[in-house]
Nanobody, 123 residues
Framework: QVQLVESGGGLVQAGGSLRLSCVASSRTFSRYAMGWFRQAPGKEREFVAGIDWSGGRPLYADSVKGRFIISRDNAKNTVYLQMNSLKPEETAIYYC????????????????WGQGTQVTVSS
């Protein structure tokens, strides 16, 4: 069982930055690939970024490439999402999720989910 707790959301102006964190409770965190997803009001949840258990092979949605960076610190059981040049349309609840070993873009392939953190980008 893996429990995930996100933090770092908030209100930011368009063009600004935020760093989200997700702390995992598992002693075997280093075995898990981690993903970030987001869900805007009235929309489907969508993939944002993912990272393998080793920290290699980061994946990004096309819409965030070059602006968002996913990273992890296995010693701290934490995955991060650095979000730069934020846009109002990126207002959403951001979730982290975990699955064994390799990151994918499919939300149904992730086994564990956090409760989410709200990110609001004002124009």
């Amino acid at each position: 069982q893996v429990q995930l707790v996100e933090s770092g959301g908030g209100l930011v102006q368009a063009g600004g930055s935020l760093r989200l964190s997700c702390v995992a409770s598992s002693r075997t965190f280093s075995r898990y690939a981690m993903g970030w997803f987001r869900q805007a009001p009235g929309k489907e949840r969508e993939f944002v970024a993912g990272i393998d258990w080793s920290g290699g092979r980061p994946l990004y949605a096309d819409s965030v490439k070059g602006r968002f960076i996913i990273s992890r610190d296995n010693a701290k059981n934490t995955v991060y999402l650095q979000m730069n040049s934020l846009k109002p349309e990126e207002t959403a609840i951001y979730y982290c999720a975990a699955r064994l070993w390799t990151a994918t873009m499919g939300e149904y392939e992730y086994e564990y989910w956090g409760q989410g953190t709200q990110v609001t980008v004002s124009s």
